[in-house]
């Protein structure tokens, strides 16, 4: 497994996502894709299987401080008065005594940024957390929540798949420092049923799931979130470190970016998003 840098965190390149995962599949698969190789697992407190997940990794057999942690707070936890409790609840949970990075969940919030950046410096002090950073944030946010913490801000996590043009958002992430955390790579399945992408993983006799993860890991400061409930397919979805595509090969896949391609946009919750015009 490679490591991204930033900050002074160095975060796993490839990360298990456990978005919509019912209690049954994370007792079922975390501990698979641990015996696989996985060690960045990235869950959220509106997920609902943080207990789930901190009992997998506890019964692993495997040192915490081989597990890199990622949970995100919920809009409602932005309070001042419920922040830091809300991240001692979701410490319960994991049955850890530190998370190694903890992401604002989405900037749609009647509490100021300025509080919800208090809050992670807060827990950060308090040694709850070692590493923070955001998650869904347009440009102009994430300049803002880079200027008001303390604490280097790590990664900005938002959606990116082939068919999102997130050119300009990126490129701000990773001058400002930050690393680059990709979901919903897979674009909801829609990869699978691409004829170019078919054509590249024939090429490389690699599968579509391997030529789309090995696209978003070959790009600079990039982290990319794998989810699948298929233990057969965990060990090839970290299989992607012994092979390259060419330059022709990403630039073929960025040419597979459409307008209106955007999957996950939920009212009151997403910014004004940037730019992805293809």
């Not at 019964?59 to 990622?70: C, K, M």
Request: hydrophobic residues 45%; proline residues 4%; charged residues 20%.
């Amino acid at each position: 497994m490679q490591n991204v840098h930033a900050g002074n965190a160095a975060i796993p390149a490839i990360g298990f996502g456990t978005y919509g995962m019912t209690a049954a599949d994370i007792h079922r698969v975390i501990p698979a894709a641990l015996g696989a190789g996985f060690r960045h697992i990235d869950t959220a407190q509106i997920y609902g299987n943080e207990g789930e997940i901190g009992r997998c990794v506890a019964a692993s057999g495997i040192p915490r401080s081989e597990v890199f942690l990622t949970t995100k707070v919920w809009v409602s936890n932005y309070p001042e008065q419920l922040f830091e409790a809300s991240v001692d609840e979701s410490l319960r949970k994991l049955e850890t005594d530190y998370i190694d990075l903890l992401l604002l969940h989405w900037p749609g919030s009647h509490v100021p940024l300025a509080e919800q950046i208090a809050g992670l410096n807060a827990v950060v002090r308090a040694g709850k957390v070692r590493h923070i950073g955001v998650s869904n944030f347009n440009r102009a946010l994430m300049a803002e929540a880079i200027q008001l913490s303390a604490a280097p801000l790590v990664t900005n996590q938002f959606e990116y798949h082939p068919y999102l043009n997130q050119s300009l958002l990126i490129d701000s992430t990773l001058q400002a420092g930050l690393a680059v955390t990709g979901y919903c790579g897979m674009a909801v399945g829609r990869v699978f049923a691409e004829p170019t992408l078919k054509e590249i993983a024939a090429r490389h006799e690699r599968s579509v799931a391997q030529i789309v993860l090995r696209w978003l890991v070959q790009q600079r400061g990039m982290v990319a979130l794998s989810r699948t409930t298929r233990i057969d397919r965990l060990a090839e979805n970290l299989a992607v470190f012994d092979f390259e595509l060419t330059s022709a090969d990403m630039t073929e896949i960025y040419a597979l970016a459409t307008a209106d391609s955007r999957i996950v946009d939920p009212p009151g919750l997403a910014p004004r998003w940037d730019s992805t015009g293809a």
